[in-house]
């Protein structure tokens, strides 16, 4: 395992052990430069592996917003050997938001965990709060048939994967928590998604969401899109991460439906944090 991550962890928190030991156990170890991943890619995968993974990432880039390019991309890494390595690039990410997400969680009932991936998140959220009944949904059906295998080898119980849009799915039973780390923006219309989460939640539930905001304006139309889709807004802070050696920024932002609303500064906030990451 990297130490990197390893000595990262924040102290104080109950864990069964660190995200980045669980993590580790997914194949996710952090890469910090295109050589290390090319390396990687040429050791563990073919050549013919190396090419398509090349030519979807490129597909995807390319068609923003294209759900059919994005869809294909993410079945491609549903391969554990391939999105072991993909997501080797987002290991500190991952570490952060987990990390985050847990204090946060504790004591929740029913967790939902949208646009869930192969799970890394999902089965942690899942160890951290053995009490609780966990739900990743996923638009693409190879990816939860991975993320269910995946589980099952790590023993992890209290989780169930379903394959399902985020911007239709329905549920009987309503969530006291539910949980996005980076889908939502994958979807254009963030206010579609954010309705649905808004039905899916129970009275007193809260919704956390971790994207990749980085600008004032970006945070003030996700804020009118969260606000306009019924949800109150309880915090908005900012959470650093390293990629490739440098820091990067996602925004972390906590919703409720009952509860005074807060209202951030975003030229301030977003401000002050580009001078610290030296944009
Ligand atoms: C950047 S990945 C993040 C995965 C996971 N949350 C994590 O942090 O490991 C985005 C995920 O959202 C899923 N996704 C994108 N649009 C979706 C939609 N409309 N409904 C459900 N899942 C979606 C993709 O299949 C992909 O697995």
């Known amino acids: 395992m990297d130490a990197n991550i390893a000595n990262q962890t924040s102290a104080g928190m109950t864990q069964r052990n660190s995200i980045a030991d669980h993590l580790a156990k997914y194949g996710l170890q952090l890469l910090v430069s295109n050589n290390e991943f090319r390396t990687r890619c040429h050791r563990e995968l073919s050549q013919s592996q190396c090419k398509k993974l090349e030519a979807r990432y490129r597909r995807m880039e390319v068609k923003k917003y294209s759900a059919g390019a994005e869809l294909k991309f993410y079945e491609f890494c549903a391969d554990p050997k391939i999105g072991g390595i993909v997501h080797s690039w987002y290991a500190d990410q991952l570490r952060v938001a987990g990390n985050y ?56 119980t209290n989780v169930t994967f379903l394959t399902a849009n985020l911007t239709q799915y329905r ?77 990067e920024l996602d925004t972390a932002v906590t919703c409720r439906t009952v509860g005074s609303p807060i209202s951030p500064d975003f030229v301030k906030m977003y401000m002050r944090s580009s001078k610290q990451i030296n944009l």
Request: aromatic content about 8%; glycine content about 10%.
């Open 101 to 156: 997400v847990t204090g946060i969680l504790l004591g929740a009932g029913r967790i939902l965990d949208v646009g869930c991936g192969l799970g890394y998140l999902t089965t942690w959220y899942a160890l951290q709060n053995p009490n609780a009944a966990v739900v990743g949904i996923d638009y693409s059906p190879q990816t939860i048939q991975t993320a269910l295998k995946l589980a099952e080898n790590l023993q992890v």
């Open 171 to 247: 549920s009987s039973v309503q969530f006291d928590a539910i949980v996005n780390v980076r889908a939502i923006s994958h979807v254009p219309k963030h206010c579609t998604p954010l309705k649905n989460i808004r039905r899916l939640l129970s009275t007193d539930g809260i919704f956390l969401t971790i994207e990749g905001i980085t600008s004032a304006q970006d945070a003030q139309e996700y804020w009118t899109s969260l606000v306009g889709a019924g949800l109150i807004v309880t915090n908005w802070e900012l959470i650093h991460y390293s990629f490739q050696g440098r820091s």
